[in-house]
């Protein structure tokens, strides 16, 4: 299993920025697809972002394409998710995850059961 840490998440007023970011270690991270779920309160688990194993391809939730850009740096075994124009309902705990099986890129339809490993989770709260 990868063992991943997230950092970065706090409070920000609607319009802001903020930038996530995960540090893998563990299994060989270049051989597994990565990226951010998020849960709000009374919700469940939703895909937000991710980047293929390969680092060509990334995919991203209709809700945050366009204000959101994840990234991957094998060299460091990092991914980080930065988040512009910040809404209210983007509120929520943001976690990091690392697919289940090398060299699977499943798009925009991977779900939480595909996930191998999880980090510790990021607060992000946006004002109104």
């Known amino acids: 299993q990868e063992h991943l840490v997230e950092s970065g998440g706090g409070l920000v007023q609607a319009g802001g920025s903020l930038r996530l970011s995960c540090a893998a270690s563990?299994?060989?991270?270049?051989?597994?697809?990565m990226g951010w779920f998020r849960q709000a309160p009374g919700k469940e688990r939703e895909f937000v972002a991710a980047v293929s194993w390969s680092g060509r391809s990334t995919y991203y939730a209709d809700s945050v394409k366009g204000r959101f850009t994840i990234s991957r740096d094998n060299t460091k075994n990092t991914v980080d998710l930065l988040l512009n124009s910040l809404r209210p309902e983007d509120t929520a705990v943001y976690y990091c995850?690392?697919?289940?099986?090398?060299?699977?890129?499943?798009?925009?339809?991977?779900?939480?059961?595909?996930?191998?490993?999880w980090g510790q989770g990021t607060q992000v709260t946006v004002s109104s």
């Open positions: 995850a690392a697919d289940a099986s090398k060299f699977r890129d499943k798009g925009s339809n991977w779900y939480p059961t595909d996930v191998g490993s």
């Open positions: 563990g299994r060989i991270f270049t051989l597994y697809t």
